[in-house]
């Protein structure tokens, strides 16, 4: 991914102030600030989530800037998982209809859409709670729910903000294992936001950026 001069603001606050940034294959990146520093605007922007005021993004070489809502909706299905913070999680599914909510607009059969929710599910090491709703699991096993609803299409490029905030230090620590395992299985490339600098230390490159600039 390749980002040139991109921009974003919200009224008269500039969030994202002309941000150049490369991320190559199966690269782990992480993006550090204080709050208000622009670091979820921007992961918005390359997520494809916000349209930038100005610049350009290009995955593989296309420009992903003036693609229709659709276009954008299809890239993000096949090419791109996200994690949140707060998880996000429908409160009503089980775990595994949680996984396999996104494979309901694909052609597939039910069993299919199992199978592929009960391997990722496998993936994250929670078969045994396949049933339990969000309600019944802990902090870091809702994250990791999270993270194999994020995987369920097998994406390239993993997107996460936050994703130990939520978590005590050695839950966080689990999942930060838990990325470094597929990417070297998968070879997904991480973009991971984050205000602690342990887990930004993991990364191969951190990314700071202070006002909506980088600057290191």
Known sequence: MQAEGLRKSFGAVE?????DLALAEGEFLSIVGRSGSGKTTLLHLLAGLEAPDGGHLRYR????VGLS???LALWRRHEVGLVFQAFHLIATLSALENVAFPLY?????????RETALERLAQVGLVDRASHRPAQLSGGEQQRVAIARALVHRPSLLLADE??????SQTGEEILALF?????????ALVIITHDDKVAAQ?????RMVDGRIVQ
Not at 203 to 207: G, H, M, P, Q, Y
Request: proline content about 5%; charged content about 40%.
């Open 15 to 19: 969030a994202v102030r002309g941000v």
């Open 61 to 64: 070489g296309r420009e992903m």
């Open 69 to 71: 809502e659709e276009d």
């Open 105 to 113: 607009p694909e052609r597939m059969s039910a069993k299919e859409r």
């Open 163 to 168: 994703p130990t905030g939520n978590l005590d």
């Open 180 to 188: 470094q395992w597929l990417r070297a299985e998968n070879g997904v």
């Open 203 to 207: 990364a191969d490159r951190i990314v």
